[in-house]
């Protein structure tokens, strides 16, 4: 299950590991797009499916920040999540459409300073949503934040000149990168993109306490039995362990992270509470 829209990072991600998952395991891997209230629809149809480990979640962000922008899940992100394996990690990157007057992110930020209000970004979820507040709380910038059902919608809208920027991870927009339909600013990660090598962080573009991307993981129905979340978890690991595989990662913008179970429920965990603070410090009302 993608809690989102199809054409977005988290769908391109799914549909690429799916067929591995199927060669390793014998088994047919169907991916199901359910998006919703910022994910939650479909992070709550895999919280309550059976645990048996048949049906899986794909998803980055939105596991993670969810709990810290909604007052009440309809699923408890600790008790019915059971985190299985990470697949990899993907700086955002400063997307603008070619027409918008801005070569790097300073520039970007004058443009957003000369006009307060009439820079719009286009947020494809709830991790999107998030980067473009945190570039509008850290420079005192006033910008106009459209939602999208997923990063694949709102880099069209960036490219269609309905919107005029995205931060968002690259792996579903390579093509119209190439094709000069959008324009990279910066990466906001602690090193260059091994896919666009040329392309500065945003420390070396002068705001090093700039960082945001994606973490994209999979994972099951809490009680799912422990020998199956480790054989899924085994599984995971093996394929992008996989130099070709790997390497059709990087292509995308994704950093490979083998985890064991531990070490992602752990930084599952971690990532809830640090979002939390953000979001709090960002003085972000809560949805009901």
Same mark, same amino acid.
């Given at each position: 299950?993608?809690?989102?829209?199809?054409?977005?990072? %988290?769908?391109?991600?799914?549909? =690429?590991?799916?067929?591995?998952?199927?060669?390793?395991?014998?088994?047919?891997?169907?991916?199901?797009?359910? !998006?919703?209230?910022?994910? %939650?629809?479909?992070?709550?149809? &895999?919280?309550? /499916?059976?645990?048996?480990?048949?049906?899986?979640?794909?998803?980055?962000?939105?596991?993670?920040?969810?709990?810290?922008?909604?007052?009440?899940?309809?699923?408890?992100? =600790?008790?019915?999540?059971?985190? #299985?394996?990470?697949?990899? +990690?993907?700086?955002?990157?400063?997307?603008?459409?070619?027409? #918008?007057?801005?070569?790097?992110?300073?520039?970007?930020?004058?443009?957003?300073?000369?006009?307060?209000?009439?820079? %719009?970004?286009?947020?494809?979820?709830?991790?999107?949503? @998030?980067?473009?507040?945190?570039?509008?709380?850290?420079?005192? @910038?006033?910008? *106009?934040?459209?939602?999208?059902?997923?990063?694949? +919608?709102?880099?069209?809208?960036?490219?269609?000149?309905?919107?005029?920027?995205? &931060?968002?991870?690259? /792996? !579903?927009?390579?093509?119209?990168?190439?094709?000069?339909?959008?324009?990279?600013?910066? &990466?906001?990660?602690?090193?260059?993109?091994?896919?666009?090598?040329?392309?500065?962080?945003?420390? *070396?573009?002068?705001? $090093?306490?700039?960082?945001?991307?994606?973490?994209?993981? #999979?994972?099951?129905?809490?009680?799912?039995?422990?020998?199956?979340?480790?054989?899924?978890?085994?599984?995971?690991?093996?394929?992008?362990?996989?130099?070709?595989?790997?390497?059709?990662?990087?292509?995308?913008? #994704? *950093? !490979?992270?083998?985890?064991?179970? *531990?070490?992602?429920?752990?930084?599952?965990?971690?990532?809830?509470?640090?979002?939390?603070?953000?979001?709090?410090?960002?003085?972000?009302? $809560?949805?009901?």
């Amino acid at each position: 299950i993608v809690p989102f829209a199809p054409g977005g990072s %988290n769908d391109t991600m799914a549909r =690429l590991i799916s067929p591995e998952i199927t060669k390793v395991l014998g088994q047919q891997v169907i991916v199901e797009n359910r !998006p919703g209230a910022a994910g %939650n629809i479909g992070i709550d149809a &895999v919280a309550k /499916s059976a645990p048996n480990g048949y049906t899986i979640l794909f998803s980055a962000t939105a596991s993670t920040q969810n709990p810290a922008l909604f007052r009440k899940l309809p699923y408890d992100p =600790l008790r019915d999540i059971q985190p #299985v394996a990470e697949v990899g +990690q993907a700086p955002y990157v400063f997307l603008v459409n070619p027409g #918008v007057p801005a070569r790097n992110v300073q520039e970007l930020i004058n443009v957003a300073r000369k006009y307060p209000g009439k820079l %719009n970004a286009a947020s494809g979820g709830i991790g999107t949503r @998030l980067a473009s507040e945190l570039f509008q709380i850290q420079n005192k @910038l006033k910008l *106009e934040v459209i939602p999208y059902q997923g990063s694949g +919608q709102a880099a069209l809208a960036v490219m269609t000149g309905e919107a005029d920027f995205v &931060v968002m991870e690259t /792996s !579903p927009v390579h093509g119209p990168l190439a094709a000069g339909k959008l324009k990279a600013l910066a &990466v906001a990660g602690e090193k260059r993109l091994k896919s666009f090598p040329n392309l500065p962080t945003t420390a *070396e573009a002068g705001f $090093p306490d700039y960082r945001a991307g994606a973490i994209f993981g #999979v994972y099951v129905a809490a009680g799912t039995p422990a020998d199956i979340v480790q054989k899924l978890n085994a599984t995971i690991n093996k394929i992008i362990g996989a130099p070709a595989f790997a390497g059709r990662l990087v292509d995308l913008g #994704v *950093e !490979p992270n083998p985890k064991s179970v *531990e070490e992602f429920s752990a930084l599952y965990r971690k990532e809830i509470e640090k979002w939390k603070t953000i979001v709090r410090q960002a003085n972000i009302p $809560p949805v009901d």
